[in-house]
């Protein structure tokens, strides 16, 4: 059974850090796009950013109100994903989800969200 | 980045009605859109992808079509389990964009 599980959430001041990372099991992780999507509470999806399969370039892509703030990174030999945000804002507080999506971008499966709080 | 549109924004139906939910984009996407249940409380799911394709495991009384920029989100006979917010979302363009939801009631 496919299962995304998040984890690291919690507070975190504004202008510091949060290192979140999703726990991957039954796929094969390696071949597989990931996407982290964010929910501010009580509003809609917003799409973070992605990561390409190491085998399709490994490269990544970012929504402008995160970019050179947040990192994705992968860990393939712990079917594990990272997201690095740094100098956080008040407007980062989210659940985050992370998904798998194909090679288009759909959003296949999903883990439970981890919630980030950014407060003083 | 492309706009999503959706309308309504919520509605309210009774067991076993027809529901339309359509999602407007700001420029020519293709087909490249999908539709996703979110429960309260729980993550999203695909139901619809590439307009009109049927998510695996997803029953028949929920669908999707294309026409141009217009694109159209149907439950056929509304069940109690479909409450929820159903969201499109493009992916012609980075970045992908979510349309802001539409809210289903039972009446």
């Known amino acids: 059974e496919m299962q995304l599980v998040e984890s690291g959430g919690g507070l975190g001041k504004p202008g510091g850090s949060l290192r979140l990372s999703c726990a991957a099991s039954?796929?094969?992780?390696?071949?597989?796009?990931m996407s982290w999507v964010r929910q501010a509470p009580g509003k809609g999806l917003e799409w973070v950013g992605r990561i390409k399969s190491k085998t399709d370039g490994g490269t990544t892509d970012y929504a402008a109100p995160v970019k050179g703030r947040f990192t994705i990174s992968r860990d393939d030999s712990k079917n594990t994903l990272h997201l690095q945000m740094n100098s956080l804002k008040t407007e980062d507080t989210a659940v985050y989800y992370c998904?798998?999506?194909?090679?288009?971008?759909?959003?296949?499966?999903w883990g439970q969200g981890t919630l980030v709080t950014v407060s003083s | 980045d492309i706009q999503m549109t959706q309308s309504p924004s919520s509605l309210s139906a009774s067991v076993g009605d027809r529901v339309t939910i359509t999602c407007q984009a700001s420029?020519?996407?293709?087909?490249?859109l999908n539709w996703y249940q979110q429960k309260p409380g729980k993550a999203p799911k695909l139901l619809i992808y590439d307009a009109s394709n049927l998510e695996t495991g997803v029953p028949s009384r929920f669908s999707g079509s294309a026409s141009g920029t217009d694109f159209t989100f149907t439950i056929s006979s509304l069940q109690p389990e479909d409450i929820a917010t159903y969201y499109c979302q493009q992916y012609n363009n980075l970045p992908f964009t979510f349309g802001p939801g539409t809210k289903v009631h039972i009446k």
């Open positions: 039954g796929f094969t992780f390696i071949n597989a796009w």
């Open positions: 998904s798998t999506m194909d090679g288009g971008g759909a959003f296949h499966y």
């Open positions: 420029q020519d996407i293709t087909n490249y």
